[in-house]
């Protein structure tokens, strides 16, 4: 505990200030967006008060088709939501929108089957007394965090931007990603993450922060926001009023955040007021407390001092407010399942995101409207605000359906996998070169290539360590190998020693090493065998820190393939490294000191 508190310490020590002036969004509203509003609000004046309701909600569904799904999805429908399809969940609820996921909903297999289940979800919700287009929503944060994977360009995430430290990159990021999503019939992403990853020991947000540093992590927020709303889709900053500097993980818990008045000034907000500056549509809440804006010891969610009051007060937002996931425990540690969308509502939320029971919190809120205890004039104004969403995006003008040929034409387009792969080139970050051990030699041809293998964000088939060793392959080195895992046993660290006999060099990948971690094992016996050993760390570049000896290290911030065919054209020498840290190092055995500031990052120039 004391390792970490310091650690902490030494890392908001070293953050920097960044200008705080925003313009109030709230004021000087244009002509034109009054006309917009006149014709919103005759929406909203046609709509029942159930249909209201029922536009604050976004939850999740099961199945691959709006209509027909599979009898195993349909079954677990019917289960947990009362229903058998999405389509009959719209009707149901008159819903606002929903949020797709892979692999647990079976919501996404291939572009064209996503295209075909937005168009289903908008066919559903034409089909209401009042027919409003949804705003259908995902995660698709990019490195570890991504939803659409096979078919779609991937790209490097935010710690991986961070370090190559180009906004033109993280624009060019933003608008290809949004760019895709929109001709899938996604029109909502909740990204980018604002949070500055001032804890090392962050267990949720970590590779998913931009960094460090708060006017670094706002200038790249501001860049990703401006490309994906170029791109026509709504971009939600997260997680206000910050996540960055937490060692919990509100999914289970409900985080502290001890950050004083000041601290939060200086260190948490800067993105926010970068992401609002930059016209954000949306910024997300985050399911935590912060004694130091609001002494409650409600979580931000339904806390209407941080909402209301600093959010919309001071910060001048006047945009969608959109939950974290109302299943997560965070936010259902003081209040039952009916009361938290109802609290969430009068903090100051627009949109409520992934309730846990959806028809206990929809008949909470409508409830809470009958009894008076919410307005009806509090109500349209979340309903005005997710209107002015989908009109902006387009979908309240023309056909809100998406098509094959689009599809065909965008997603996963040869200009932007080229893209993906130049910026990710740039993001690689070579932490430790000693005695010129990289690039490799042209005699060092054959590889072995051992270690930690997280499986892909979208595919649990796929995993690093034979798809760096693929990646290789295709660059003409002959490879072999080894899964040893996060936990190595000594019989697999015996096997990688065996393999890496008459190697010309050894990639070993690494996971999250920790003081007690058999991974430095790993690496210490394969340094002990003469052979020159490259070391990769594919998720925290604070790997390194833990790995004596080493004498080739790089940081690639995520074991996706796109990330690991660039790690394999840098240790190759087909592109030199460009990244740097966004992040400090601490030191290992004094985590008070720093072993690798922020900034560090070796070439292969002489």
């Known amino acids: 505990m004391q390792d970490r508190s310091l650690s902490r310490r030494s890392v908001l020590a070293s953050a920097t200030v960044v200008a705080a002036g ?19 609000k005759k929406i909203v004046a046609r709509m029942s008060l159930e249909a209201k309701v029922g536009q604050l909600f976004v939850p999740y569904f099961y199945g691959a088709s709006a209509a027909s799904p599979s009898e195993a999805d349909q079954e677990r429908n019917l289960r947990e939501l009362g229903v058998r399809t999405v389509a009959e969940l719209v009707a149901k609820y008159h819903l606002g929108g929903v949020i797709l996921f892979s692999g647990w909903t079976n919501n996404i297999h291939d572009p064209r089957q996503v295209a075909e289940l937005t168009n289903g979800v908008q066919r559903a919700s034409l089909a209401l007394p009042t027919p409003v287009p949804s705003l259908i929503s995902v995660d698709q944060e990019h490195g570890a965090n991504v939803r659409v994977g ?15 430290g180009s906004l033109s990159d993280a624009r060019t990021a933003g608008r290809i990603s949004g760019t895709e999503l929109a001709a899938l019939g996604i029109h909502q992403n909740f990204a980018p993450v604002a949070d500055v990853n001032v804890n090392p020991a962050n267990p949720i947000i970590n590779i998913r922060s931009f960094g460090a540093d708060p006017r670094e992590v706002g200038r790249m927020v501001a860049a990703q926001v401006t490309g994906y709303q170029r791109a026509g889709v709504v971009a939600c900053a997260k997680h206000f009023p910050g996540h960055g500097d937490t060692g919990q993980d509100s999914h289970t818990e409900l985080p502290v955040i001890t950050h004083t008045r000041e601290e939060w000034d200086r260190i948490d907000a800067p993105p926010f007021r970068a992401a609002i500056a930059a ?8 399911h935590l407390q912060v004694p ?35 299943n997560m425990a965070g936010v259902r540690t003081k209040y039952g399942d009916d009361r938290v969308p109802v609290l969430a509502l009068k903090a100051g939320a627009d949109q409520l995101l992934f309730p846990p029971d959806i028809d206990v919190a929809y008949h909470g809120v409508l409830s809470a409207v009958r009894d008076g205890e919410i307005t009806e004039a509090r109500l349209d104004e979340s309903v005005l605000r997710i209107l002015r969403l989908k009109d902006k995006v387009g979908l309240l003008d023309g056909s809100p359906f998406t098509s094959p040929r689009e599809v065909d034409r965008v997603v996963g387009a040869r200009k932007h996998l080229l893209a993906a792969d130049r910026i990710a080139e740039r993001t690689t970050t070579l932490l430790v070169n000693e005695e010129g051990t990289l690039p490799l030699r042209r005699g060092q041809r054959k ?5 930690a293998s997280p499986a892909f964000p979208t595919d649990g088939a796929r995993s690093t360590v034979p798809e760096l060793a693929a990646a290789f392959e295709t660059l003409g080195f002959g490879t072999t190998h080894l899964v040893t895992g996060r936990t190595p046993d000594a019989a697999a660290v015996d096997a990688a020693v065996a393999a890496a006999r008459g190697r010309d060099a050894v990639v070993v990948t690494t996971d999250n090493v920790g003081p007690a971690s ?6 210490s016996r394969l340094l002990a065998t003469g052979v020159p050993v490259v070391h990769l760390a594919v998720r925290n570049p604070y790997d390194v820190a833990h790995l004596d000896g080493v004498r080739a290290s790089l940081a690639s911030y995520c074991w996706t393939e796109v990330e690991l065919r660039a790690a394999a054209r840098v240790i190759a020498g087909r592109v030199g490294p460009r990244g740097t840290l966004p992040v400090p190092v601490q030191r290992a055995d004094d985590p008070a000191r720093v072993l690798f500031p922020a900034g560090h990052g070796l070439s292969y120039r002489r």
Not at 150 to 164: H, W
Not at 447 to 451: F, N, R
Not at 518 to 523: A, G, K, N, S, Y
């Open 22 to 40: 925003v313009t109030g969004l709230a004021t000087a509203v244009p002509a034109a967006a009054h006309g917009r509003d006149k014709r919103l």
């Open 150 to 164: 096979n078919g779609a360009t991937q790209l490097p995430g935010a710690m991986a931007l961070g370090a190559g």
């Open 279 to 286: 016209g954000v549509d949306s910024i997300m809440t985050a």
């Open 292 to 326: 130091a804006l609001d002494p409650s010891n409600d979580p931000a969610t339904l806390s209407p001092t941080i909402l209301q009051g600093v959010l919309r007060g001071e910060l001048g937002f006047d945009g969608v407010i959109v939950t974290d996931a109302l």
């Open 447 to 451: 590889l072995l290539v051992v270690g």
């Open 518 to 523: 058999t991974q430095r094992t790993l690496v």
